[in-house]
């Protein structure tokens, strides 16, 4: 692409004053609710579910606890992922190692589906992507690779930068 300023600003991006954070905001949300549609209609699962059980394929018997650290949810949201793969069939709790914790497993319904999904995905991706072309998909996505990394340790920092400011202007009112 020639110039950066060529690029079109129509849609709800638009009036967010150019909020970088915001409009990658907005960019997660759309993708997630097309991956969302689409996952449910072909398999019955959401797009975190589906991440769920190509987690499992890669590293079966993870007990819950090791499985939202790799999905990078809290323990909590986990049991609302799985309870509805294990009903549906897709997925199956036992007793491995540890008797005192349930591992989670894909059954060979699951273990099935990974590769439907995956092409599934690819296919999403795919279109998601084809505005751009090969060389700027790789600069998009290692830009993304490269603020996914720095959101996480950012997070604490903003967090307490946020908490300062407010301590700060909690401070001058008590002042007045």
Known sequence: MDCIDQLSADGPVEGLAGNGLICFAELERAVSRTTDEQMNLLFGVSARQAKVVACLAHQPF???TKLAHQQRYD???ISPLVSPLVAEG?????RRHDHRSWCISLTMRGSQMVVNIGAALKTIDDRSMRALANDEQYFFVALLKR???NAEPQSVAVAEDVASQLAGVAFLRHMR
């Open 75 to 77: 323990l909590a949201s």
């Open 147 to 149: 603020l996914l990394t």
């Open 90 to 94: 897709i997925a199956m709790k036992s």
């Open 62 to 64: 993870m007990t819950r």
